[in-house]
């Protein structure tokens, strides 16, 4: 099962799960009928790529896993390596469980974890920095997250990315010292707007 989780990893950052990005909106997550798992969300950082995946054990119950690869200067990626994981304490395809967390808001932390990787930056001690993941909850409504760069020294030009949405949770990745306003966002026409508050990271 693990080698089975670690290839569909490495299968979504070789495709760039594309997918996501003609998804109108946040939708359950779906779990492959023959791997009995599913990829939740993706995150590439600076060359590192994360992929959190969800899938049910034996026990029935549902854990999530989290990998990590890195970029090569060809493009590839290595072979994805387990960061993280364990039993989950709702169903992520279970609309009535994810609504009961989110209790009417756009976005809700959901978990967060901390491992120190080798990043290569010019910035690490040694090459090794502590990267600091979070999980958040997505109302069904959101087509895609606007993450704004909110960390010190940020001028008023503050870096802005969109990131789609292909589960009800999204994963983000922030290196040390890094803020972010992360809001939910629905597409309407040429346009979009922001729904409900911004969650400070």
């Known amino acids: 099962m693990a080698e089975n989780l670690a290839e569909l990893a490495h299968a979504a950052l070789t495709a760039g799960h594309t997918q996501g990005a003609a998804t109108s909106h946040a939708v359950p997550t779906r779990l492959d009928s023959v791997s ?4 939740a969300d993706t995150c590439i950082r600076d060359g590192l790529g994360f992929v959190l995946l969800f899938h049910r054990r034996k026990d029935g119950l549902f854990a999530e896993e989290l990998y990590c690869s890195t970029r090569l200067d060809d493009g590839s990626w290595t072979a994805t390596e387990h960061l993280s994981g364990g039993v989950m304490g709702i169903e992520p395809t279970n609309t009535r469980d994810i609504a009961g967390i989110l209790n009417g808001r756009s976005l809700a932390l959901f978990g967060e974890s901390e491992t120190e990787l080798l990043t290569g930056r010019p910035q690490a001690d040694d090459g090794y920095e502590l990267l ?13 997250l606007d993450i704004e760069n909110a960390s010190p020294g940020a001028g008023p030009g503050r870096s802005r990315i969109h990131k789609s949405v292909i589960s009800r949770v999204a994963l983000l990745a922030l290196f040390p010292g890094e803020r972010c306003t992360i809001r939910a966002m629905v597409r309407k026409g040429a346009g979009s707007y922001p729904l409900g508050e911004p969650y400070e990271l």
């Open 36 to 39: 009995g798992a599913a990829v």
């Open 132 to 144: 600091r993941f979070y999980e958040l909850l997505v109302d069904e409504e959101a087509s895609h």
